[in-house]
């Protein structure tokens, strides 16, 4: 990959531990020196460039055959621009923090991209899996932008929905002689309620009920008091009675 600095083209080579190396010819054409000014000040200040970490030797394939040559990283290109003094060597070392800065910005940038897009997906498997209440999506979505820090003032801060109760609740009120784990398993049975299993803390499987495709036109679901991982079943009550007839 070739850079330009002012006039000088130089050529950067990616390395996956140093992420970038420059040669020690382009080093001192960015610098304004010769190669052997620069060398001088490597053996100069030996306590302060360090081999492996400031420059490394590398074989190359030359039109003499491989030749060990000189290369700075990073930090040595930076390191070296507080011993050469000059108005050239304070720009090109400013290139040089410029350079490494817009790396770690562009890499910031692109993990950042990569945390949003990872729980969105996440977030969007829940709604499929789980298919929670609208009331339900905006508050998860809502915890989820702000555990994420992100703009959430566009978000619906209100949908409004029918009034639902437990399946325990509406058997009583309409005394349904039924216990509430067998109408489950009816409803089970008819399609209204599917069971769904998830992991738990301690190692050992978890059930709970959520409501299918068809079940959501007699209720909706809500996210468990208990567990946010699973759902609880409400149902409309002005459609209990049509619900009833499916026993």
């Known amino acids: 990959m070739n850079m330009q600095f002012e006039t000088v083209n130089l050529e950067i080579i990616q390395d996956k531990n140093y992420e970038f190396l420059i040669s020690n010819f382009d080093t001192a054409q960015g610098y304004n020196i010769s190669e052997t000014t620069l060398r001088r000040h490597k053996t100069n200040h030996s306590d302060e460039l360090i081999e492996?970490?400031?420059?490394?030797?590398?074989?190359?394939?030359?039109?003499?055959?491989?030749?060990?040559?000189?290369?700075?990283?990073k930090r040595g290109i930076i390191r070296l621009g507080f011993f050469i003094k000059s108005e050239r060597a304070?720009?090109?070392?400013?290139?040089?923090?410029?350079?490494?800065?817009?790396k770690i910005e562009n890499t910031q940038n692109t993990k950042r991209k990569e945390e949003v897009e990872v729980n969105l997906l996440g977030l969007e498997f829940v709604f499929k899996t789980f298919r929670p209440s609208e009331a339900s999506k905006i508050t998860m979505t809502e915890k989820l932008y702000q555990r994420l820090d992100l703009e959430s003032c566009y978000l619906p801060q209100?949908?409004?929905?029918?009034?639902?109760?437990?399946?325990?609740?509406?058997?009583?009120?309409?005394?349904?002689?039924?216990?509430?784990?067998?109408?489950?398993l009816k409803l089970l049975e008819v399609g209204i309620l599917e069971k769904i299993e998830r992991d738990s803390s301690c190692g050992k499987t978890k059930y709970f009920y959520s409501l299918t495709e068809k079940g959501l036109e007699f209720g909706?679901?809500?996210?468990?008091?208990?567990?946010?991982?699973?759902?609880?079943?409400?149902f409309f009550e002005d459609k209990f009675l049509k619900l009833v007839e499916l026993f």
């Open 52 to 73: 492996n970490k400031h420059f490394l030797f590398l074989e190359v394939e030359t039109k003499g055959g491989k030749q060990r040559k000189l290369f700075w990283t």
């Open 90 to 102: 304070k720009k090109f070392r400013d290139w040089a923090e410029d350079l490494v800065l817009e």
């Open 158 to 184: 209100y949908t409004e929905e029918k009034l639902t109760r437990s399946l325990t609740y509406l058997l009583k009120k309409y005394e349904i002689k039924i216990s509430t784990q067998k109408a489950n």
């Open 220 to 234: 909706k679901n809500l996210i468990s008091p208990k567990n946010e991982r699973e759902t609880q079943p409400h």
